[in-house]
């Protein structure tokens, strides 16, 4: 399976302790240069610098082709250069939360999947028993969501249960 991974899904769940359910759901990983550079900011948290000074053999840091003027004036480097790489690869999956960014990819196509959808897929999976408890942990790491999103996602561990 190829995949492909924005900044934010990385770091919120390295910050909260569970971004092994991404090694866990789709394997090995791909990611854009800029986006290691964002994971490696000084602004990043500490927790998330370190796990990117050793990362694991499951993510690769991958060169793509620049991205073109139409996504870089419409998002930050990072989306652009994973959305880029993505459409480079032909990923089956690009890892991404902010909605410009989604809408852009799948506009392009992309089948996109931000951090609830990979708590959703981790519960199916039984990798993790209560969603709601590792949603908690996610907006403790300051992870953004509309109370809109919230519901959905409660409504759809409801369903799963």
Do not use: C
């Not at 990043?44 to 996504?71: C, F, K, N, Q, Y």
């Not at 408890?133 to 300051?142: I, K, Q, T, Y």
């Not at 109370?147 to 409660?154: A, N």
């Amino acid at each position: 399976m190829t995949v492909v991974s924005d900044t934010s899904p990385l770091r919120y769940l390295i910050f909260s302790g569970h971004v092994h359910l991404i090694q866990d759901i789709f394997g090995h990983v791909m990611i854009p240069s800029a986006v290691d550079r964002e994971l490696r900011d000084a602004a990043a948290p500490s927790v998330v610098r370190e796990w990117i000074s050793r990362p694991p053999v499951w993510l690769e840091v991958v060169s793509s082709t620049a991205p073109g003027a139409d996504l870089s004036k419409l998002l930050d480097q990072g989306e652009a250069e994973a959305i880029q790489l993505a459409m480079d690869v032909g990923a089956e999956f690009l890892l991404i939360d902010e909605h410009r960014g989604r809408s852009v990819a799948a506009s392009r196509g992309a089948t996109v999947i931000g951090v609830l959808g990979i708590l959703l897929e981790a519960y199916r999976r039984r990798l993790i028993t209560n969603p709601l408890e590792v949603l908690a942990d996610l907006v403790g790491a300051r992870f953004r969501l509309s109370p809109r999103l919230i519901v959905e996602f409660e409504e759809q561990v409801r369903r799963l249960s």
